[in-house]
C-alpha cells in the first residue's frame, strides 16, 4: 500500500462491513438499489449481516429519486458517526448540493472510514470535497468531458468503476452493481458472489475497465454482432459522424448488407439510427447542460447550427432554444 492508507475493504473478511449510502434527490432508484439490494441478498444467503448497510439523507428527510419515488433513510449523514464504507449516490442537482458544510463532512467522514467514493454524479461530489484530487476515477459517460474539466487532478477513465487506494467511483446503475459483486467476492469469496448474481438473473460478465457504452445493447450483442460492432463505431463517433459506407466496411459487409441488418433488427436504416442516436445525444446535452448551441451542434456531429437546428425540431417537435427555455 502507498500513501499509508488504510487496508483495503476489497479483500477477504468475514467480519460485519458498515456501510453508509448518503443518497440525493435528483438520484436514480436503479443506482440505489445497484448499490444496496446485493448487500441486503449478499447477508441472507450468507446468513448473517456481514454488510450492516443504513440509508442516509443530509436533513433526515426521504430524497426523492428521479422516477418520483421516495427512498426511506434512518437518519441525517452524521460525518462523526463511524463507518467503514461511505458510498455518495446523486444524480441531477448536485451542483446544489455542494455545500461547504457537505463538502467538509465528507472529508471528516473519509478521514476514517476504510472506502469513500460517488456512485454516478455523487463522483462529483465527492471530487469537490477534494476526495479524488490525483486519483483514477469515473463518472456517468455523459458527463465525463465536463468533469475531465472541472477536475484536472483526476485521471478521469471511462471504466464501469475505478477503485484507487481507499476511493472507489462508479458510472451508474448497472456499473454500480458491478461494483458491489466485486465487493462481495472480494470479501466472502465467488460462490457467494455468483448466488448473488444469480438472485437478480444477473449474467453479464464484465470486467472494471470496460468501456461505458453509450448505447446499451443488451441480448444484442449475442445475436448480432455486425450490429452490435457497427452501433459501437456510430457512438465513438459522434461528433465526427462516419459515412455508412465506412461503417460497413469496417464491419466487415457492404452497405446493403447492414441496411438488411439493422432493418431486420431494429426497424430502420443505418443512416436514419446514427441520426437518431447523435440527436438522442444533443437533447441530453440540451436539457441537462447550458452548453451553447453551436458547441452541442458540434459535439454531435453538425456542420451549422442551422443545420442542427433544423434536424432537432423535426426530430422532437421543437427547437432546441425552446426546449431548454422550457
Known amino acids: 500500500m502507498t500513501r499509508n492508507e488504510k487496508p483495503t475493504i476489497f479483500r477477504t473478511e468475514h467480519t460485519p462491513l458498515k456501510v453508509t449510502l448518503l443518497v440525493f434527490s435528483g438520484a436514480s432508484i436503479m443506482c440505489v438499489a445497484s448499490a444496496v439490494d446485493p448487500l441486503r441478498a449478499a447477508n441472507r444467503i450468507a446468513g448473517e449481516k456481514l454488510f450492516d448497510f443504513r440509508l442516509v439523507s443530509m436533513t433526515g428527510e426521504a430524497p426523492v429519486t428521479t422516477c418520483g419515488l421516495p427512498v426511506a433513510v434512518s437518519g441525517a449523514f452524521d460525518a462523526a458517526e463511524p463507518t467503514d464504507m461511505l458510498a455518495v449516490v446523486a444524480g441531477f442537482g448536485t451542483q446544489n448540493y455542494a455545500t461547504s458544510a457537505l463538502l467538509a463532512g465528507l472529508r471528516r467522514a473519509a478521514r476514517t472510514a476504510r472506502a469513500c467514493g460517488g456512485v454516478e454524479a455523487g463522483t462529483w461530489l465527492v471530487a469537490r470535497a477534494g476526495l479524488l484530487e490525483g486519483r483514477a476515477a469515473t463518472t456517468h459517460w455523459e458527463d465525463m468531458e465536463d468533469f475531465s474539466a472541472a477536475f484536472p487532478g483526476v485521471d478521469v477513465r471511462p471504466d464501469r468503476y475505478v477503485i484507487d487506494g481507499p476511493v472507489f467511483t462508479s458510472g451508474g446503475a448497472v456499473p454500480t452493481f458491478d461494483l458491489m459483486l466485486h465487493l462481495i467476492r472480494a470479501r466472502l469469496g465467488m460462490a457467494v458472489a455468483l448466488d448473488v448474481a444469480s438472485v437478480f438473473i444477473y449474467d453479464q460478465a464484465r470486467a472494471a475497465t470496460d468501456a461505458q457504452p453509450l448505447v446499451s445493447l443488451g441480448r444484442l450483442d449475442g445475436y448480432d454482432p455486425r450490429l452490435a460492432q457497427a452501433v459501437r463505431l456510430m457512438e465513438a463517433h459522434i461528433d465526427q459522424p462516419l459515412t455508412i459506407a465506412a461503417i460497413a466496411r469496417r ?40 452548453i451553447a448551441m453551436a458547441d452541442i451542434a458540434g459535439r454531435t456531429g453538425f456542420s451549422s447550427a442551422a443545420g442542427f437546428s433544423r434536424a432537432f425540431s423535426k426530430a422532437f417537435g421543437e427547437a432546441p432554444v425552446r426546449l431548454r427555455r422550457g
Not at 443505418?270 to 441520426?275: D, F, R, S, V
Open 251 to 290: 464491419t466487415g459487409v457492404t452497405a446493403r448488407t447492414l441496411e438488411t441488418v439493422f432493418r431486420g433488427s431494429i426497424g430502420e436504416t443505418p443512416g436514419a439510427y446514427y441520426l437518431r442516436l447523435r440527436l438522442s445525444a444533443a437533447r441530453r446535452l440540451v436539457l441537462d447542460t447550458r
